[in-house]
């Protein structure tokens, strides 16, 4: 188990992103957050296990109805300091 930061480009902001991928991350039951970057893009940090990468990579990448993932870029993070018990969007 990893703390995972991505962040997602493409046509994610104004779009439902968050709250469809939030939504979909929750039923899965991943701790974490997401929100919006003053780029346009979408940050996402988020408690992976290794063997739920690729799930949680295609839920990133399916998004929502009006959304369009153009990339997708992720490193692991070891400074997190995030107490949850479930998944959250920030604002």
Do not use: C, H, P
């Amino acid at each position: 188990m990893e703390w995972y930061r991505f962040i997602v480009f493409g046509k994610v902001q104004g779009v439902f992103y968050r709250k469809s991928v939030s939504q979909a991350l929750m039923k899965k039951q991943f701790k974490g957050y997401i929100q919006n970057l003053s780029d346009g893009t979408v940050e996402v940090v988020a408690e992976v296990f290794d063997e739920d990468l690729d799930t949680f990579i295609s839920i990133l990448k399916e998004g929502s109805l009006l959304s369009s993932v153009d990339d997708i870029n992720y490193e692991i993070i070891n400074d997190v300091e995030f107490n949850t018990d479930g998944f959250e969007i920030r604002y």
